[in-house]
Structure formats: structure tokens, C-alpha cells
């Protein structure tokens, strides 16, 4: 497998508990947006336990960059990570990943699910390609929404939130479910893609079947 050891370059917050790390991007070393590699921490007792994070920015640039959630209560990884600072070491690995583009169509993310959505919408920016590609973006606050203002930047209208445990009148209040989706899309005979949890993926992806999309259309991590 291959491995690369990287410096952190900087670190930035993003939200309460999201933050983006950048990192040095070793030579020859590629991804297509929405692609992911395993990262682990450089230091003794985390070298093996690896984790899959999406790359968020674009291929072009000098440096890696990553958002990553950080979950303080879990004692893992993220925790870890959220403990670094500029000049400590990530181990990053082989890229893979399932989430590519392959024409405008809906994005329909939960919380941190959003992360390979990020360098596509970067990239269709660059390219002046967004056409009618929407995002349907679902969150438990305000607080917890990655990007906020860069989406709007990118999508206008096109940038749909809902909020599932905060009532706020600049926000849908809700659940992503059939009704909402009948509401949002009207033309089932386009592209989807899909990140979130695992039941989040596989509930919005049977729905969206039920409703006239094609199984080949909808594009998620299996």
C-alpha cells in the first residue's frame, strides 16, 4: 500500500467542530474531486489505526487540504487530530473513492457527508460548469453547517438546508424524506449523489428509486 508522510501546514476552524487541515501534498501524488484516502496520525499508537477522509480541495493546488469533523467524545482519531498542530505529521495512502461526477444533477448530504461534494462544486466553479447541480443539505443546527457561505457563493438558490433539531426561520425545519424530495426535485430523470451515514444513504436512495430515478443515476459509497 502506498504510504506518504505529510507535515501539517496549517490549521484553520471551520466550525465549532469541524476544521481544515492542509498539508504538504507529496510529488506525483493525485486525485479526481470526490476521492478519499486513509489517514492516520504519525505518532506511535496511531500509525495502524487509519480512517477515510475526502479531499476538499482541488488537484491543482501546491497543497492537500482536508475538513474533518472532529468528535471529541469518541476517543479516536478525530480527537487526535483535533489535538495537532501545524508541524506534526499525517500518514496518507492509496486514493480511491466511488463519489465522481458524472453530469449536473442533485447532491443530498448529511453533516459531514458534504466533504466529497466540496472539491466538485470547487471544481465545476473552475470549470464555470455548475449549470442547474443542486445541494440539498441537511444538519442538526445552524452551527453545523460546513461551508456555509462558500455554497451560497457557488449555488445561490441552488444551496438547500434543512435543520432536523433547531427551529429557525431562515432554514427549513425537517427531515429529508419522500414529500420533501417530490417538493425539491421535479425531473427524477437526472444524476444524484449521496453522502451521510450509512442508514441516511441507503433511506434517500431508496426513495429516490421509488420515485422514478434510475439505480445506475444515483451515485454513493457502497
Not at 94 to 111: M, T
Request: aromatic fraction near 10%.
Amino acid at each position: 500500500m502506498e504510504e506518504h508522510i505529510v507535515k501539517i501546514l496549517s490549521i484553520e476552524k471551520v466550525t465549532h467542530d469541524v476544521k481544515k487541515i492542509t498539508v504538504e501534498k507529496p510529488e506525483g501524488y493525485g486525485f479526481i474531486p470526490g476521492q478519499a484516502t486513509e489517514v492516520a496520525v504519525n505518532k506511535i499508537n496511531y500509525k495502524d489505526k487509519k480512517r477515510p477522509f475526502t479531499f476538499t480541495g482541488l488537484n491543482e493546488w501546491k497543497n492537500l487540504e482536508f475538513t474533518i469533523k472532529i468528535y471529541k467524545d469518541h476517543n479516536g482519531i478525530t480527537d487526535e487530530i483535533g489535538k495537532l498542530i501545524p508541524g506534526d505529521e499525517l500518514i496518507i495512502h492509496d486514493v480511491w473513492g466511488a463519489i465522481n461526477y458524472k453530469g449536473h444533477g442533485v447532491f443530498i448530504a448529511a453533516g459531514a457527508g458534504v466533504t466529497p461534494f466540496i472539491a466538485i462544486f470547487r471544481d465545476l466553479k473552475r470549470k464555470n460548469d455548475l449549470k442547474m447541480n443542486k445541494l440539498i443539505f441537511s444538519n442538526k443546527t445552524s452551527d453545523d453547517i460546513i461551508l456555509k457561505n462558500e455554497f451560497i457563493e457557488i449555488l445561490g438558490e441552488n444551496f438547500i438546508n434543512l435543520l432536523t433539531r433547531e427551529k429557525n426561520n431562515e432554514y427549513r425545519f425537517g427531515r429529508i424524506n419522500e414529500s420533501f424530495l417530490k417538493e425539491q426535485i421535479i425531473d427524477f430523470n437526472q444524476n444524484f449523489y449521496i453522502c451521510g451515514p450509512d442508514k441516511f444513504v441507503q433511506e434517500i436512495n431508496s426513495i429516490l428509486v421509488k420515485l422514478g430515478a434510475r439505480p445506475d443515476s444515483v451515485v454513493f459509497e457502497s
